[in-house]
């Protein structure tokens, strides 16, 4: 699908797959390592996508939604992956990306190779040292997998300037432990659950003292149908603003809202 140009990226290609939008000569594609022969035609149904990965996607919401403006500043990217997120900052404006990943070749060709991201590859996240992003960056994006946001939120607070912002995807599963997520095989589903995650990365970036700005869901959901949150916060500095007296009241009527969603 990548060298026939239908998609920019191998993520892009196994989403698409298990939405179930691919076809192999009319008849759809059920398994991403199926081998198709030079002379089968592939198709892809719908819009192509905006960005690297359905990431950007979940980024494009939270930034529209909370009116974080990104025109000239400077990102950090924690968990960059393929890219999503640093390809959605970059479209909307931002000036440069610090593209950071504890693996290696994910990132897609066209971000690796644009002169405005700086790739750290084989970086983990929980381990960048004070100076290591200099100057400071404006804002703070992260996707992060297997790991809770709670144990990098100290670095990430080291790169970004005073006053700035941070824009979080939340995770449950990788939020809640490895009990709470056996006993739910890998996908929470209980709003309960949800609320007691979002209350908890929310009071580790206030014990920081950030103020949060908003809390949303996700528009499109994770791994195996896993529901997930965006948060937006703003580290202390001058004229840094007031938080958001409620948000436990607007955490547990968003949980609530989705749960009930179809």
Do not use: Y
């Amino acid at each position: 699908m990548v060298r026939r140009g239908l998609v920019t990226s191998r993520a892009l290609a196994r989403e698409a797959i298990e939405r179930g939008e691919v076809t192999v000569d009319g008849a759809p594609a059920d398994k991403p390592a199926r081998l198709v022969a030079p002379g089968e035609a592939l198709a892809v149904a719908g819009p192509r996508p905006r960005f690297v990965s359905r990431g950007g996607d979940k980024l494009a919401a939270a930034l529209d939604r909370f009116e974080v403006d990104v025109v000239g500043a400077r990102v950090l990217d924690a968990g960059s992956s393929t890219g999503g997120f640093t390809d959605c900052v970059l479209q909307a404006g931002a000036a440069s990306v610090v593209a950071v990943d504890v693996g290696r070749g994910q990132l897609h060709q066209r971000l690796r190779t644009d002169d405005r991201v700086d790739v750290r590859e084989r970086t983990n996240i929980r381990h960048l040292e004070p100076g290591a992003v200099d100057p400071p960056v404006d804002l703070v994006v992260g996707d992060l997998s297997f790991i809770s946001l709670r144990t990098v939120l100290d670095p990430l607070f080291a790169a970004l300037r005073p006053g700035g912002s941070l824009v979080l995807l939340v995770k449950p599963q990788f939020e809640a432990g490895r009990a709470e997520a056996s006993k739910h095989r890998g996908v929470i589903t209980d709003p309960e659950v949800w609320s007691r995650v979002l209350r908890e990365v929310a009071g580790a970036l206030r014990e920081r003292g950030a103020a949060i700005m908003g809390v949303m869901a996700s528009p499109l959901r994770g791994a195996d149908g896993n529901v997930e949150f965006l948060v937006h916060a703003v580290a202390p500095g001058p004229d840094a603003p007031v938080g958001l007296a409620d948000l436990d009241d607007r955490i547990a009527a968003l949980c609530a809202e989705v749960a009930a969603a179809p």
